[in-house]
């Protein structure tokens, strides 16, 4: 059974930085791609950020040059480190994971809340 599981999240001020983590389990698993999306209140889920097995990342526009994207120890983490936060990052985070032959996965979600 796949598992993705979110930590980091957290309320921070304007300004800050924050570190979210996504840890997938699975066995035979051929991890293709994993990101993030958020989801605001009253809005749509968004794309945030993914990387790519072939190492590649890409990035939302209203997050460019102060996200990034990484995968860290084995290639079923990865690591979405936030920085000069705003108050519209503010959303709940969630991990996808995409591999061979099967749907995109969903992790459960973290609170991310930047406020002062």
């Known amino acids: 059974q796949v598992q993705l599981v979110e930590s980091g999240g957290g309320l921070v001020q304007p300004g800050e930085s924050l570190r979210l983590s996504c840890a997938a389990s699975?066995?035979?698993?051929?991890?293709?791609?994993m990101g993030w999306y958020r989801q605001a209140p009253g809005r749509q889920r968004e794309f945030v950020a993914h990387?790519?097995?072939?190492?590649?990342?890409n990035y939302a526009d209203s997050v460019k040059g102060r996200f990034t994207i990484s995968s860290h120890n084995a290639k079923n983490t990865v690591v979405l480190q936030m920085s000069s936060l705003k108050p519209e990052d503010t959303a709940v985070y969630y991990c996808?994971?995409?591999?061979?032959?099967?749907?995109?996965?969903w992790g459960q979600g973290t609170q991310v809340t930047v406020s002062s």
């Open positions: 699975g066995s035979s698993l051929i991890i293709l791609r």
């Open positions: 996808t994971m995409d591999s061979f032959g099967n749907p995109t996965y």
């Open positions: 990387f790519a097995s072939n190492g590649s990342t």
